[in-house]
T-cell receptor, first 114, second 111 residues
Framework: KAGVTQTPRYLIKTRGQQVTLSCSPI?????VSWYQQTPGQGLQFLFE???????NKGNFPGRFSGRQFSNSRSEMNVSTLELGDSALYLC?????????????FGEGSRLTVL | AQRVTQPEKLLSVFKGAPVELKCNYS??????LFWYVQYSRQRLQLLLR??SRESIKGFTADLNKGETSFHLKKPFAQEEDSAMYYC?????????????FGEGTQLTVNP
């Protein structure tokens, strides 16, 4: 079974631009969540989608948004990029009915904002 | 607010020695606690969760609600245990996949 797949793996943007990251969950997993990982703040929850609906949202500004498609694939978007948005963005999926914290993570998309 | 604290950023032990990675949490309700591990050049993965009360790769962790701790222990460390370990907390069903992570402990097991 293929794991969680994230694209692109690396990208470089400049301040003010926007970026879209993609995540394909493990087949059969309907929950997709996103995390931001930085050296200073560690792993922080961004949001979770389940059956195309945002189920939970972390404490991030409105520049961070996401969505989920009917095939459970998810995208997250960051608009008006700031230097502080440089981070590793991790996607995780979970199978419905499994314990809430049993997540399967992707390898991440490393965003550098110049 | 919920919080997870891992007091040691770095921990170094010799092969065969016991190892304990500390985790303390603050949460007003009944949390679910997890340990995640990230080996070099691998993705973050679940190691164990307190509700299963199982031992994975020789590691165990007991939830101590009185001390609000969930320390990870292994009696005899192996070199392949060298990795980054994260303690994480979930507020249960209402939290969904929202985990609060500690800052992590980098464990190095020396030969």
């Amino acid at each position: 079974k293929a794991g969680v797949t994230q694209t692109p793996r690396y990208l470089i943007k400049t301040r003010g631009q926007q970026v879209t990251l993609s995540c394909s969950p493990i087949s059969g997993h309907r929950s997709v969540s996103w995390y931001q990982q930085t050296p200073g703040q560690g792993l922080q929850f961004l949001f979770e989608y389940f059956s195309e609906t945002q189920r939970n949202k972390g404490n991030f500004p409105g520049r961070f948004s996401g969505r989920q498609f009917s095939n459970s694939r998810s995208e997250m978007n960051v608009s008006t990029l700031e230097l502080g948005d440089s981070a590793l963005y991790l996607c995780a999926s979970r199978r419905a009915g499994r314990p809430e914290g049993e997540l399967f993570f992707g390898e991440g998309s490393r965003l550098t904002v110049l | 607010a919920q919080r997870v604290t891992q007091p040691e950023k770095l921990l170094s032990v010799f092969k065969g020695a016991p190892v304990e990675l500390k985790c303390n949490y603050s949460y007003s309700g009944s949390p679910e606690l997890f340990w995640y591990v990230q080996y070099s050049r691998q993705r973050l993965q679940l190691l164990l969760r307190h509700i299963s009360r199982e031992s994975i790769k020789g590691f165990t962790a007991d939830l101590n609600k009185g001390e609000t701790s969930f320390h990870l222990k292994k009696p005899f460390a192996q070199e392949e245990d060298s990795a980054m370990y994260y303690c994480a907390l979930s507020g249960g069903e209402t939290s969904g996949s929202r985990l609060t992570f500690g800052e992590g402990t980098q464990l190095t097991v020396n030969p």
